[in-house]
């Protein structure tokens, strides 16, 4: 639970949402509003700002004491520490320096940029009463993090038990402008790997929400009377990436053909069960930026046969397979162990095979993946992965021209005008003059497939009914934890947990 | 008896140091290290670098293997890299809850396959010798992953469909206790716990129940065809007597031997069984450990199993000769 060492998506929810405050949260649009910080503001003066935070004074520890700008600089002071290694440093690459001005008021230093306030969405400051002394390569280590949390939240640490529990109580003194205290007395996170026992747990009642749903169990929830499905759209995409260096993959033709005799939308319904949406390229719908004029490129294999043929691939050999100067239309696809990915791999195989593509499906142990992937030498043909956009849609690592020689050039893509835009757009604080650039950069995308985009994720959770007040959205699962709410009649007669 | 349990325990030092350099070495010799977790775009290189530095991984091999090798006799196993809680803090949470499983696993194995490999010997060639075989092949045959589905699918899912099951025998699906265990009274709790035993132990071992009835069914005919035995039935002693007193003790001899076979078995056993109904014990922890490369955790898992392993197998030897008086190990 120390956010200065654990950063993973459970353990950051149960940061932000459960147990301590972020400075900031999200609207439903995705503009800050005010949580931990009650009200900030700015001044400019050439390419540097000050972002003044004034903090709410009745939020406290759970062990009374209270929530500081001290706890905040604390907190910046450490993720900027290299010590820390704090694994998501770069995203205060824009901050220079804090300064406490009084105990609720602190003001940073920084360069000027349009997200300056995104990293506040996901940090919360930890107590620098407790952590404070500790030396910072040694936070990591720290039983703080597994056995001794203190948050500030509206739930309090009650227990760990290490690959089995993680147990909160309500938070009686959260200030009521927050909120007030949660309606549930008592909130159990619990670590369950198989999705038939969980999906046990949930049709039983022994377990009131079941986080990723798999695709397959959907049917079986919606027929219970007793529970449901909480579906959002949320940042993921799953995608082929094409090696760029690879004699087939070279031509923009051939990776738009292969899109093209590719059918995306066969591919959600049967490995998501419909829970996805074709995707144009790599700016899913949440965002602002998203193409809604754009047309996918339609399944249409007729038209991709043409392209192989014009591109010089053609079957002369009578053997199905496609072949140009002596080499075979024919690949290796790879993925790690995930049963939707090694479907994803099937399907596509058989769609390639139909315009003489031949695919040699390849599942890899996922860390023996990732030494081949990101090693300079791309020691690969094509992969079948998920990807997380993220809210500011920063792709220069994963396609532009500066980031070839960087590990997430994995299509090896290099298109000097997509660098222009992605340079252009993270620096343009007005989203009406932005647009445009998005809008281009999606088509070019489109034009250029240096991946072919497979489809647009959807996260699949589901809830009992008894359980009211549940909303969740790309926020996170949790970000309506403190409103969930259980009618006196449908509580258990011992307590009430999740 | 001693010196040679003494011997045995000498000797078992080369053994378990030679593993734990073959588990070194593999460990570090697979892709990835335990850094691969923060792997992302918005990860600098230099956090993963750093995180490598505090972890002590940018050190030749050699010398971490000298370092770990150091801490490790001194008794210190090290700092989960990806749990950041110290390793002997780990184990000592983690060994008992597989313990509990496989102990529980053991008694049932041992009571249900004596048992059944009896009145199989007794029942030789009966309709019941017949069905009771074939159950036992087919059980046998059951991977435990698969059946600790099935369990649950049945036991712990399908019969709350049905009204007048007895509450009693629907089984919890996983864990080791309920949500709101900390609430319930003394009795309660232990009750609790005894319920969530019931599904994974019967999953881990029943298979090895299986087994063992064939052993016992096989050794108990062996015993009853010899002289002694006939002996005791000419002096008029009542079959009863016949079984479980003269013949039994004999029949038990090379089941025993088995104990130090099937332990090794359960614990691996238990690393599915574990997954299956989210115990967390051993098993769930070193396959985590290496998937995420978290090097301190593989080695002293690695370690403790390789003990247990070498002690069941003494543990074994040992009852040989307090069972069999002719067996002397001097």
């Given at each position: 639970?120390?956010?200065?060492?654990?950063?993973?998506?459970?353990?950051?929810?149960?940061?932000?949402?459960?147990?301590?405050?972020?400075?900031?949260?999200y609207d439903?649009?995705?503009?800050?509003?005010?949580y931990?910080?009650?009200?900030?503001?700015?001044?400019?003066?050439?390419?540097?700002?000050?972002?003044?935070?004034?903090?709410?004074?009745?939020?406290?520890?759970?062990?009374?004491?209270?929530?500081?700008?001290?706890?905040v600089?604390?907190?910046?002071?450490?993720?900027?520490?290299?010590?820390?290694?704090?694994?998501?440093?770069?995203?205060?690459?824009?901050?220079d320096?804090?300064?406490?001005?009084?105990?609720?008021?602190?003001?940073?230093?920084?360069?000027?940029?349009?997200?300056?306030?995104?990293?506040?969405?996901t940090?919360?400051?930890?107590?620098?009463?407790?952590?404070?002394?500790?030396?910072?390569?040694?936070?990591?280590?720290?039983?703080?993090?597994?056995?001794?949390?203190?948050?500030?939240?509206?739930?309090?640490?009650?227990?760990?038990?290490?690959?089995?529990?993680?147990?909160?109580?309500?938070?009686?003194?959260?200030?009521?402008?927050?909120?007030?205290?949660?309606?549930?007395?008592?909130?159990?996170?619990?670590?369950?790997?198989?999705?038939?026992?969980?999906?046990?747990?949930?049709?039983?009642?022994?377990?009131?929400?079941?986080?990723?749903?798999?695709?397959?169990?959907?049917?079986?929830?919606?027929?219970?009377?007793?529970?449901?499905?909480?579906?959002?759209?949320?940042?993921?995409?799953?995608?082929?990436?094409?090696?760029?260096?690879?004699?087939?993959?070279?031509?923009?033709?051939?990776?738009?053909?292969?899109?093209?005799?590719?059918?995306?939308?066969?591919?959600?319904?049967?490995?998501?069960?419909?829970?996805?949406?074709?995707?144009?390229?790599?700016?899913?719908?949440?965002?602002?930026?998203?193409?809604?004029?754009?047309?996918?490129?339609?399944?249409?294999?007729?038209?991709?046969?043409?392209?192989?043929?014009?591109?010089?691939?053609?079957?002369?050999?009578?053997?199905?397979?496609?072949?140009?100067?002596?080499?075979?239309?024919?690949?290796?696809?790879?993925?790690?162990?995930?049963?939707?990915?090694?479907?994803?791999?099937?399907?596509?195989?058989?769609?390639?095979?139909?315009?003489?593509?031949?695919?040699?499906?390849?599942?890899?142990?996922?860390?023996?993946?990732?030494?081949?992937?990101?090693?300079?030498?791309?020691?690969?043909?094509?992969?079948?992965?998920?990807?997380?956009?993220?809210?500011?849609l920063?792709?220069?690592?994963?396609?532009?021209?500066?980031?070839?020689?960087?590990?997430?050039?994995?299509?090896?893509?290099?298109?000097?005008?997509?660098?222009?835009?992605?340079?252009?757009?993270m620096?343009?604080?007005?989203?009406?003059?932005?647009?445009?650039?998005?809008?281009?950069?999606?088509?070019?995308?489109?034009?250029?497939?240096?991946?072919?985009?497979?489809?647009?994720?959807?996260?699949?959770?589901?809830?009992?009914?008894?359980?009211?007040g549940?909303?969740?959205?790309?926020?996170?699962?949790?970000?309506?934890?403190?409103?969930?709410?259980?009618?006196?009649?449908?509580?258990?007669?011992?307590?009430?947990?999740? | 008896?001693?010196?040679?349990?003494?011997?045995?325990?000498?000797?078992?030092?080369?053994?378990?140091?030679?593993?734990?350099?073959?588990?070194?070495?593999?460990?570090?010799?697979?892709?990835?290290?335990?850094?691969?977790?923060?792997?992302h775009?918005?990860?600098?290189?230099?956090?993963?670098?750093?995180?490598?530095?505090?972890?002590?991984?940018?050190?030749?091999?050699?010398?971490?293997?000298?370092?770990?090798m150091?801490?490790?006799?001194?008794?210190?196993?090290?700092?989960?890299?990806?749990?950041?809680?110290p390793?002997?803090?780990?184990?000592?949470e983690?060994?008992?809850?597989?313990?509990i499983?496989?102990?529980?696993?053991?008694?049932?194995?041992?009571?249900?396959?004596?048992?059944?490999?009896?009145?199989?010997?007794?029942?030789?060639?009966?309709?019941?010798?017949?069905?009771?075989?074939?159950?036992?092949?087919?059980?046998?045959?059951?991977?435990?992953?698969?059946?600790?589905?099935?369990?649950?699918?049945?036991?712990?899912?399908?019969?709350?469909?049905?009204?007048?099951?007895?509450?009693?025998?629907?089984?919890?699906?996983?864990?080791?206790?309920?949500?709101?265990?900390?609430?319930?009274?003394?009795?309660?709790?232990?009750?609790?716990r005894?319920?969530h035993?019931?599904?994974?132990?019967?999953?881990?071992?029943?298979?090895?129940?299986?087994?063992?009835?064939?052993?016992m069914?096989?050794?108990?005919?062996?015993?009853?065809?010899?002289?002694?035995?006939?002996?005791?039935?000419?002096?008029?002693?009542?079959?009863?007597?016949?079984?479980?007193?003269?013949?039994?003790?004999?029949?038990?001899?090379?089941?025993?031997?088995?104990l130090?076979?099937?332990?090794?078995?359960?614990?691996?056993?238990?690393?599915?069984?574990?997954?299956?109904?989210?115990?967390?014990?051993?098993g769930?922890?070193?396959?985590?450990?290496?998937?995420?490369?978290?090097?301190?955790?593989?080695?002293?898992?690695?370690?403790?199993?390789?003990?247990?392993?070498?002690?069941?197998?003494?543990?074994?030897?040992?009852?040989?000769?307090?069972?069999?008086?002719?067996?002397?190990?001097?």
């Amino acid at each position: 639970m120390n956010h200065l060492a654990s950063v993973d998506d459970i353990s950051n929810e149960l940061q932000n949402f459960v147990l301590f405050t972020t400075l900031i949260r999200y609207d439903v649009d995705l503009s800050p509003v005010p949580y931990l910080a009650q009200s900030w503001d700015t001044t400019a003066s050439g390419d540097k700002m000050v972002l003044t935070f004034r903090l709410r004074d009745d939020v406290t520890w759970h062990d009374g004491a209270p929530t500081t700008a001290r706890d905040v600089k604390f907190t910046f002071d450490r993720i900027k520490d290299p010590a820390t290694a704090y694994p998501r440093v770069s995203s205060f690459a824009l901050y220079d320096s804090a300064v406490v001005h009084d105990t609720y008021t602190i003001a940073f230093y920084l360069k000027r940029h349009p997200g300056f306030m995104d990293p506040w969405r996901t940090v919360s400051p930890m107590p620098a009463h407790i952590l404070g002394d500790i030396p910072a390569e040694r936070l990591r280590d720290h039983p703080f993090g597994t056995s001794t949390p203190l948050g500030n939240g509206p739930f309090r640490f009650v227990e760990h038990r290490s690959g089995d529990r993680w147990v909160f109580e309500a938070n009686p003194d959260f200030p009521k402008s927050l909120g007030g205290r949660p309606y549930l007395d008592r909130l159990v996170y619990r670590f369950i790997e198989e999705p038939t026992t969980r999906l046990t747990e949930l049709l039983t009642g022994e377990a009131d929400v079941y986080l990723i749903v798999a695709p397959s169990q959907v049917a079986e929830i919606e027929a219970s009377s007793e529970a449901r499905i909480v579906a959002y759209a949320n940042r993921n995409y799953a995608f082929i990436n094409w090696n760029g260096k690879h004699p087939l993959f070279a031509d923009p033709n051939v990776r738009r053909a292969l899109t093209l005799a590719i059918d995306r939308q066969e591919i959600v319904d049967v490995v998501r069960q419909g829970f996805g949406e074709v995707a144009k390229g790599p700016v899913p719908p949440f965002h602002w930026a998203y193409d809604r004029e754009l047309e996918p490129l339609p399944y249409d294999p007729e038209r991709a046969r043409d392209l192989l043929d014009t591109a010089g691939w053609i079957d002369r050999d009578g053997d199905g397979v496609r072949e140009r100067n002596g080499i075979n239309a024919s690949f290796e696809l790879r993925t790690n162990p995930n049963p939707t990915r090694e479907d994803i791999i099937t399907l596509v195989q058989a769609n390639l095979a139909q315009v003489g593509v031949q695919v040699r499906p390849r599942v890899q142990e996922a860390q023996s993946l990732g030494r081949d992937i990101t090693s300079p030498e791309r020691l690969f043909d094509a992969f079948v992965l998920g990807w997380r956009a993220e809210f500011n849609l920063d792709a220069r690592p994963l396609f532009a021209c500066s980031a070839l020689e960087g590990p997430y050039q994995w299509a090896s893509y290099c298109n000097p005008r997509v660098d222009e835009i992605l340079d252009e757009v993270m620096l343009m604080p007005d989203r009406s003059q932005a647009l445009p650039l998005w809008h281009e950069y999606q088509e070019i995308m489109q034009q250029d497939q240096p991946n072919t985009f497979l489809y647009y994720d959807m996260r699949i959770n589901a809830s009992r009914e008894r359980l009211r007040g549940v909303e969740m959205d790309i926020r996170g699962d949790l970000i309506s934890v403190r409103d969930w709410w259980i009618a006196p009649a449908d509580r258990r007669q011992i307590g009430n947990s999740n | 008896m001693t010196a040679y349990i003494v011997r045995r325990l000498l000797q078992a030092i080369p053994l378990l140091l030679g593993i734990l350099t073959l588990v070194f070495v593999f460990m570090h010799a697979a892709p990835g290290d335990p850094t691969a977790i923060y792997m992302h775009p918005s990860v600098a290189p230099e956090v993963l670098e750093q995180m490598r530095q505090n972890w002590g991984l940018d050190q030749p091999l050699h010398i971490q293997y000298l370092r770990w090798m150091k801490s490790f006799l001194t008794g210190d196993f090290g700092v989960s890299l990806a749990q950041n809680r110290p390793v002997a803090t780990i184990l000592a949470e983690r060994i008992p809850n597989t313990l509990i499983l496989s102990g529980t696993s053991l008694l049932l194995i041992f009571a249900i396959g004596i048992a059944i490999g009896i009145i199989q010997a007794v029942r030789q060639y009966s309709l019941l010798d017949n069905a009771l075989t074939f159950s036992a092949l087919f059980i046998y045959s059951m991977p435990s992953f698969w059946l600790g589905l099935m369990l649950i699918l049945i036991f712990a899912y399908k019969v709350y469909q049905v009204d007048w099951w007895p509450a009693v025998l629907r089984f919890p699906a996983s864990g080791m206790a309920s949500v709101d265990y900390e609430l319930l009274g003394f009795w309660a709790k232990i009750g609790d716990r005894l319920h969530h035993l019931v599904l994974p132990s019967f999953a881990l071992g029943v298979s090895s129940a299986a087994s063992i009835a064939r052993y016992m069914r096989s050794s108990m005919l062996d015993v009853i065809r010899q002289d002694y035995i006939r002996t005791a039935r000419a002096k008029g002693l009542p079959e009863r007597t016949v079984i479980l007193k003269h013949a039994l003790k004999n029949a038990l001899l090379p089941i025993i031997t088995l104990l130090g076979l099937y332990l090794p078995f359960l614990f691996s056993g238990a690393v599915l069984v574990e997954h299956v109904f989210a115990w967390p014990g051993m098993g769930r922890t070193i396959v985590e450990a290496i998937y995420q490369r978290d090097y301190p955790v593989v080695m002293a898992t690695t370690f403790v199993f390789a003990v247990m392993v070498v002690v069941a197998n003494l543990i074994a030897d040992v009852l040989y000769a307090i069972v069999d008086p002719r067996i002397r190990y001097e």
